[in-house]
């Protein structure tokens, strides 16, 4: 592998990012509002291996103290090579004076608490597509 590491929004495809979602089962939406979502976040991280894009991650956050973590992916051929956990320390390492929150996909709980986190007792959620969510296992 030839893996590139970029942190900005220069050149990235929206297409390709809901391509990556939609292929790890992900929630995934057109390419604008992807487009969107990247160039509104507070960091942003890119993986590519030979000039493909590979997997992403992002989260928006105040600077201080506050962040969440949203669309942390990789393709499933790139996956258990340790890009999931490289593109969350780079990630982190963004907002590493935040309290960090996000949600993980059900069965991904153990992925994330090896990087320190924990699960909420007082999480809660408004979700647009709440009945979905609640049939996939995000919610109660």
Do not use: W
């Not at 509104?40 to 989260?59: C, E, N, P, T």
């Amino acid at each position: 592998m030839q893996l590139k590491i970029q942190h900005n929004c220069i050149g990235v495809d929206g297409d390709k990012l809901s391509n990556i979602l939609q292929n790890v089962g992900m929630a995934h939406h057109s390419s604008e509002a992807h487009c969107k979502a990247i160039q509104s976040s507070y960091a942003v991280v890119f993986l590519y291996d030979s000039g493909k894009l590979i997997g992403f991650g992002r989260a928006n956050s105040d600077g201080a103290y506050q962040a969440a973590v949203y669309d942390c992916a990789v393709l499933p051929t790139y996956q258990g090579k340790g890009l999931g956990k490289r593109i969350m320390e780079e990630i982190l390492s963004q907002v590493e004076t935040c309290n960090v929150i996000l949600y993980a996909s059900p069965g991904k709980e153990g992925f994330y608490e090896k990087l320190g986190f924990s699960k909420l007792r007082t999480g809660m959620a408004r979700l647009l597509h709440s009945e979905t969510m609640h049939n996939r296992g995000f919610t109660q």
